[in-house]
């Protein structure tokens, strides 16, 4: 059994040292470039995001992005255009109004994803809406959801997507530069976890917190207050004020004052000047073509 195993690695060896005295290798690459097909949509995230901010937006659900414990639909072609048209004019390019564009390509994630549909906690019943994946990836849901009869409500588009936005860009933020521990000790004694959920937004005020979500933990506070802090009209913001009363308004005020102070020592932006700027795009939006990729 032996010889007969030597005898056939001689043969094989025998061919491979006459394939290889025979090889006459082609000078074609291996590694061909392929062309790629880009339509018109993807052509325009190309000049308004990938080329002035290194942004590379995926609409077409790709796995190694996705949270495959949920249920997920890809994002419709059409709405993720609108979506995108949206978030540069509120998002993006709101920061660099504010700030600049250097703040805006040096800060923002490098990847957003679009996903169709919410990502559901079927066990709480709640709904994610965005997540921030190591200041590279930020994933937004619900695209699918996005209707023109929705663009002319501010308050649903405020709740479904922008306030998203700018709460997920804060988690960014705070991974390059941690804020003043001090903001944690403020309502210290008053986070809830995972419990959440189970508390209404004006029991949460008198908390002083802005949202049920913010009652979480606080670095899910600090992004909930600026998020809502510069999507939130001086008069709304006044109203949520007096809901929380002289129980909850002194420590939302108190960090408040914190969330002020970083922004304006940390990144030189002044969150009053930003609430000026994203309010006035929003009233805006009806004015935007959002059926034209100019």
């Not at 949520?240 to 909850?248: E, L, P, R, S, V």
Request: net charge negative.
């Amino acid at each position: 059994m032996k010889k007969i195993c030597l005898f056939a690695l001689a043969a094989i060896l025998s061919l491979g040292f006459n394939s290889c005295s025979e090889d006459n290798p082609s000078s074609d690459s291996i590694f061909g470039g392929k062309t790629v097909h880009r339509d018109n949509f993807d052509k325009w995230l190309l000049a308004n995001y990938t080329y002035p901010y290194n942004i590379d937006v995926k609409y077409k659900m790709e796995d190694i992005y996705s949270d495959m414990k949920y249920h997920l639909v890809p994002a419709d072609s059409a709405k993720s255009a609108k979506l995108a048209i949206i978030a540069k004019y509120l998002w993006f390019d709101a920061y660099a109004e504010c700030v600049g564009p250097n703040f805006v390509k040096a800060n923002v994630p490098r990847i957003i994803h679009l996903i169709g549909s919410p990502a559901y906690n079927s066990g709480q019943g709640t709904m994610i809406l965005g997540t921030a994946e190591g200041g590279l990836v930020i994933t937004l849901y619900m695209v699918n959801n996005l209707t023109d009869k929705m663009l002319t409500d501010y308050a649903t588009v405020n709740e479904y997507y922008f306030h998203t936005m700018h709460h997920e860009f804060t988690h960014i933020l705070n991974q390059k530069i941690p804020y003043d521990e001090n903001f944690q000790h403020i309502s210290e004694g008053n986070y809830v976890s995972g419990d959440w959920y189970l508390i209404r937004k004006a029991a949460a005020n008198k908390k002083g917190f802005v949202t049920p979500y913010a009652m979480s933990e606080p670095i899910e506070d600090f992004a909930e207050m600026l998020s809502v802090y510069v999507t939130t009209s001086p008069a709304d913001w006044e109203k949520m004020m007096n809901t929380a009363g002289t129980t909850g308004a002194p420590y939302i005020q108190a960090k408040l004052d914190l969330i002020r102070a970083y922004m304006r020592d940390s990144w030189k932006l002044d969150i009053d000047q930003l609430r000026s700027i994203v309010l006035r795009r929003a009233s805006e939006i009806g004015h935007l073509d959002l059926n034209q990729l100019n």
